[in-house]
């Protein structure tokens, strides 16, 4: 089998799985999130002050290389988080979430969240069965990402630019950035935030209750 047919073989088991997924959330009644940005552009510090602000029914598939700290900052925050240690993988696949998702109650959740693995390339290829990917840049990586690493964006149901509170501190055209996103992808849902100063995040649970399935 040539390098490009076992690509394809691989991506085409991911995706079989990824439906099943679809299908149980669907069955469930849960609105599931892909979470893709760069390591440490605050997308767990995003799912801490929405677990903590909002009033919601979560649980947390949380993706990292090396421990489960993350998972173990949003069970800190009183919902049901599940590590997935990929052990160097680069990204999440829908096997991996299959297999956390049959350890859930999912009747008791509205909203999961799969925080993937930081990466802006690996994981907007594979399909994890979810409802929205939702993309996240942060003010101090500067602001020609959507450009450089346009297939993620392509992909993204909504993004939000996080730290804004940095912003002062950092060359960032945000208009730029807005505008590059809403090129490659016609009507994305943008949400500028700070995580650590709680700013910004009405829209996003405004967002939320509009597709809440309870
Ligand atoms: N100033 C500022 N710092 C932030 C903000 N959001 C997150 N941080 C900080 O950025 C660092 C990384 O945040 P995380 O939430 O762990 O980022 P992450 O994307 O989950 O990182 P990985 O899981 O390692 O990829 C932490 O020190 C956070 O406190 C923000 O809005 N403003
Ligand atoms: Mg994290």
Known sequence: MSKVDL?????????????????AFAAHGVFAMNIIGSPGCGKTSILEYTARHFNGRFAAVIGDVKTALDAERIADCGIAAHAIETGGGCHLNAAQVADAIAEMDLDAVDF?????????????????GENIKVAVLSIPEGDEKVRKYPALFVRADALFINKVDLAEHCPYDLERVKADARHVRPGIRVFETSATHGTGFDPWFDFLRSVSPA
Not at 7 to 23: G, I, L, M
């Open 112 to 128: 999961l969240f799969i925080e993937n693995v930081g990466n802006l390339v690996c994981p907007s290829a594979f399909d994890l």
């Open 7 to 23: 690509n394809r073989s691989v991506r085409e088991s991911n995706d079989a799985v990824a439906a099943r997924n679809r299908q």
